[in-house]
Nanobody
């Protein structure tokens, strides 16, 4: 069993930046691929970004060029640097680990003036 804990969310104005963290409770963190998802108010959960065990990254079109996903295996953490935030980025952000399909509890991001 792997526990994932997200942090770093908050209330920011449009155009601002935030960095989310996802901390994993495993010494085998380096074998896991980690995805970020988000769920906006009244919306379905959607894919945001991914980083695999080799550090290869992928992004949803809606965040490509604004968000950067990275990992620090020594700290068992994945980060999501979010730049030029928009109101439509508002939602609860979750991290997800494979193999095993583990979810975190989420962290709230609100972008509003």
């Amino acid at each position: 069993q792997v526990q994932l804990v997200e942090s770093g969310g908050g209330l920011v104005q449009p155009g601002a930046s935030l960095r989310l963290s996802c901390a994993a409770s495993t010494r085998l963190f380096h074998i896991y691929s980690i995805n970020w998802y988000r769920q906006g108010p009244g919306k379905q959960r959607e894919y945001v970004a991914a980083i695999d065990r080799d550090g290869i990254t992928e992004y949803a079109d809606s965040v490509n060029g604004r968000f950067i996903i990275s990992r620090d295996n020594s700290e068992s953490k994945v980060y999501l640097q979010m730049n030029r935030l928009k109101s439509e980025d508002t939602g609860v952000y979750y991290c997800f680990a494979q193999p095993g399909s583990f979810w975190g509890q989420g962290t709230q991001v609100t972008v509003s003036s």
